[in-house]
């Protein structure tokens, strides 16, 4: 690109928009929770946004055959990922939450158990526990080398907990993780032995770090793709989650089926700006998504040095995709919980609560908070440099003289 349009963030321009990361703040704090990005779109999506109001091209969509978002999404899998979605199997929906939910009504029942690696995406254990279902935690924790999770027993562990779906985040939100062929490979194992819906969501696959690299779960085998569902969407990697566009890919047999049975009308049907921005993130933006990557990696290196450097053990490892921090305050000044909360007061910083991210289970997250550094460097830089003496003040308050 010309100019590197990632080096500064207008906050005020941010503070007096619609969207809730900067809007729902006090005046002085600064927003660095909910997975948005501070950046624009790239020019390919706002010249196409643009063009659709010059027209006036608000109606309902049409499209002479295939369905263009369908056909971005099976383009970019094949070359970006490595994976060939099967034709015909791909459907339209606003947003992965929705897809996730669908799913859960049409593959369970009420009472079923649910897997999920925990901590986890809070909305998605709302809906689980929304639906009537158990959510049953895969736990994630935290070793020399990064996060992971037990796979020693995984089938025994959830045919005992009576589980009929898995749900899958990988990329990983909170901590980052781009999960292993292994590590797949043994969750792909078990869902073969117990019979479970898959429920892959890779939203994040287009923000991992060299050299990790994204494998979809679906790309494992012909037998894995035929249990799995895929939801992914250009909304996180291109900064557009407002314009509610979404991809589901069935390779499940029964549940496309009984997908096929329910009328579109039940879902909703994204709009013709959220498709075509879509298409245009995913047709015509590398070059934008390369420099956004090279200010996510100079991001999170920043963080890096920073944990690295503070006086109180972080347990942080760097996430290898996202642009998500995940931090364990428990052994720092904020050790009795709730640290999101005391650093926006404290700080005028606002974190993710990491109690949020094992809602409903028995693990326990209250002493974590997520940071989402997909912002300016200069940004950022005031972001930690807040964080850093409010710690030193907590520090000194609880240990005076």
Known sequence: MSRDVFAH???ERLRSGSGVKWGSLAPGVLGAWVADMDFGVPPAVRECVIRLAEREDFGYPYWPGEDPVAEAFDERMATRHGWTPRPGRTRVLTDVIQILQVMIELATRPGDGVAIHVPSYPPFLASVA???RRIVPLPMTRTGHGWGFT????AGRLRAEGCRMLVLVNPHNPTGRVFTRAEL????EAAQELDLVVVSDEIHADLAYAPHRHLPFASLGPGTAARTITATSATKAFN?????????HVGHDGVWEALSRVPQEYFGDPGVVGRAATVAA???SADWHAGLMRTLERNRLTIERWAADLPWDLG????QATYLSWFDFTGTPLKGGAPAERLEREAGVKLAEGADFSQGTPVHTSGYARLNFATSPAVLDEILGRLTPALS????ALHPG
């Open 9 to 11: 963030v207008d906050v």
């Open 130 to 132: 929304g639906a009537g």
């Open 151 to 154: 796979a020693e027993g995984l």
């Open 185 to 188: 490979a043994a969750l792909a």
């Open 240 to 248: 557009i989650a407002g314009l509610r566009c979404a991809v589901a």
């Open 282 to 284: 995913w047709r015509q």
């Open 316 to 319: 942080y490892h760097s996430p």
């Open 393 to 396: 003040r907590l520090g000194r």
